[in-house]
């Protein structure tokens, strides 16, 4: 069946802008209201744990949701140019399957792993880190509204990641428009404050731990979703 994503051909640019503002703004204030919500629920249902028992000022969401405001202005100038290159053929692109869009998704989605973890330790060197990355480490406690809580210069470097992947070709256009769903949800567990089980420190298990323990220990666990990439690096530089 195929799936049909012609709206990147017939509208101008800035309503694709201003419909790609709409659509993170959406997804991280709505979704992330709704995947909080839901926490919250299995919290009380005794299917999550809380990683800290700790409840963010108030203070703190609103400093959030103020940078991640910005975060979303330079998301939604990042698809200019893949549209861009879509539009005037740059790229091969795939027809819009169901089989395209899923591995599309799944190719995005490890190539962000590896993004993720280089442009993350490049941020926690000590002038990126006084100068940039020191807007997202500011929630010691993290909350999904932390998620896109950054400077606008790491916003951009994030915003990067369909980029590389474009050039390989033979993506569909419509796994562009879905993967901030997976990875915001993936997001959305690492920063929300719940974990499966009591076990503090699983690799496999509770990656939310572990991300949840960069934010109030500001070192160690750079990587997004997995912890593969933490074990090689710390292997080659014999880094702790």
């Known amino acids: 069946m195929q799936i049909e994503f012609n709206v990147l ?15 993170f703004a959406v997804l991280n ?29 108030k203070t703190q969401i609103r400093y959030e949701i103020k940078n991640s405001v910005g975060s979303i202005l330079i998301f939604g100038l990042s698809t200019l140019p ?4 879509i539009r005037n053929d740059y790229v091969n692109i795939a027809i819009d399957t169901f089989g395209s ?27 990126f880190m006084k100068k940039v990355h020191y807007i997202h480490h500011a929630s010691k406690h993290p ?9 606008w210069f790491e916003a951009l470097l994030l915003s990067t990641v369909p980029l590389a ?19 915001l949800l993936l997001n959305f567990s690492g920063h929300c404050n ?16 572990r991300h949840n323990q960069h934010h109030t ?13 933490d074990k090689i690096y710390k292997k080659i530089v014999k880094h702790d």
């Open 9 to 23: 051909y017939v509208l101008p640019y800035w309503q694709l802008y201003l419909l790609s503002v709409l659509y």
């Open 29 to 57: 204030f709505g979704l992330g209201y709704v995947f909080n919500s839901v926490c919250k629920w299995l919290f009380i249902s005794g299917w999550l744990n809380k990683i800290e028992d700790v409840v963010p000022a």
């Open 82 to 85: 893949l549209i861009y290159f």
């Open 101 to 127: 869009v899923l591995s599309g998704v799944l190719i995005l989605t490890i190539w962000n792993e590896i993004h993720f973890f280089i442009v993350h330790r490049i941020m926690h060197l000590t002038f």
């Open 143 to 151: 909350t999904v509204y932390s998620v896109y809580s950054f400077h």
């Open 165 to 183: 992947v474009l050039w390989l070709g033979n993506i569909a256009a419509l796994s562009f428009a879905l993967f901030p769903i997976v990875s």
């Open 194 to 209: 719940y974990r499966f089980g009591h076990q503090k420190n699983s690799d496999w298990g509770n990656f939310a731990t």
């Open 217 to 229: 220990k500001g070192k160690r666990n750079f990587g997004f979703a997995t912890f593969i990439l």
